[in-house]
C-alpha cells in the first residue's frame, strides 16, 4: 500500500478491471487503466517525496477480493450501513444500483465531475472522457 502523506491517500494496486463490480463503497473511490491517469510508485523501501509505502508488498498485485472486503467493513465502520443509491448510467441511461466509475474530471469548484456505468455498458464506453462530455449522476 502506497501512502500519499500530503493528501493522506493510500493508493492499493489491483488487476486492471478487478475493481469494476465492486459496489459504491463510501470514501473510496476506484480508478481503472485508460482514465488517462497515472500513479507515481515510489522505489522499494523507499521513499519519492510525501509518497512511500506504508505496507511493502510482498506480490506485485493485492487480492481484490480481500482488498475489497476490509474496505466494505472499514468504511461501515467510519460511515455506518452501506446504503444502496441508484446512479444513472453514462452508456445506457438506465439507473443502476452497482455504479462503475468511467471518467472523472476536476471541478473547478465543488465536487469533481464524474461518469458512472453499469458494469454492462461499463467496458464498451471510451476511457477518459473530457470534462465537456462528463455527467453528473
Known amino acids: 500500500m502506497i501512502e ?4 493522506r491517500i ?3 494496486l489491483i488487476a486492471p ?5 465492486w459496489p459504491r463503497i463510501e470514501g473510496v473511490q476506484v480508478f481503472t487503466a485508460g482514465l488517462g491517469l497515472s500513479i507515481e510508485i515510489p522505489p522499494t523501501g523507499g521513499q519519492r517525496g510525501v ?3 506504508r505496507l511493502l508488498p510482498d506480490r506485485p498485485l493485492t487480492d481484490p477480493d480481500r482488498l475489497e472486503g476490509a474496505l466494505q467493513e472499514a468504511s461501515a465502520r467510519l460511515y455506518g450501513p452501506r446504503t444502496v ?3 444513472r448510467c453514462g452508456g445506457c441511461g438506465r439507473d443502476t444500483a452497482v455504479p462503475v466509475l468511467v471518467a472523472a474530471a476536476p471541478a473547478a469548484s465543488g465536487p ?3 461518469t458512472y456505468a453499469c458494469p ?4 464498451a464506453l471510451p476511457p477518459g472522457v473530457g ?3 462528463v455527467t453528473a449522476p
Open 112 to 114: 469533481d465531475h464524474s
Open 4 to 7: 500519499d502523506a500530503a493528501d
Open 51 to 53: 509518497l512511500f509505502w
Open 10 to 12: 493510500w493508493t492499493w
Open 131 to 133: 470534462p465537456a462530455e
Open 85 to 87: 443509491r441508484a446512479v
Open 17 to 21: 478491471g478487478a475493481g469494476l463490480a
Open 120 to 123: 454492462d455498458c461499463a467496458p
